[in-house]
């Protein structure tokens, strides 16, 4: 795995640890809803509340996978296969949301994807 590789795959992840702190630890922050383009009010109802600190989980398992694939196990196989599966899910939010979803959540997981290609 070259250096561009880790650099670009240790940069997907801390997007997911950022992701998982905006809608884990700062869910009703005026920066999640910025992000998120969200009312601070909507965001501080309780099942939305709930349903952020569970999806900011996953996003927080998945930039640890991530680092695992790159320093722990190194495994481009595995890395392959995570970087898919955010580029998918980034394309079902472009589709069903917001276009530009899959520049920001997907973005840097094709440009890490295509490193693997050189």
């Not at 880790?6 to 940069?11: R, S």
């Not at 600190?53 to 296969?81: E, M, R």
């Not at 917001?98 to 440009?111: F, R």
């Amino acid at each position: 795995m070259s250096i561009i590789t880790t650099i670009f795959g240790t940069l997907v992840a801390l997007e997911f640890f950022f992701i998982f702190y905006l809608e884990t630890i700062a869910t009703t922050s005026s920066n999640t809803a910025r992000v998120f383009k969200m009312e601070e009010e909507e965001l501080s109802r309780p099942s939305v509340t709930t349903l952020f600190k569970n999806q900011g989980v996953y996003n927080g398992l998945i930039g640890v996978l991530i680092l695992i694939a790159i320093f722990v196990v190194p495994s481009i196989t595995w890395l392959v296969l995570l970087l898919a599966y955010i580029i998918l899910v980034a394309l079902y939010g472009s589709l069903i949301s917001d276009k530009m979803i899959l520049l920001k959540q997907g973005g840097l997981a094709i440009l890490t994807l295509i490193t693997l290609l050189f």
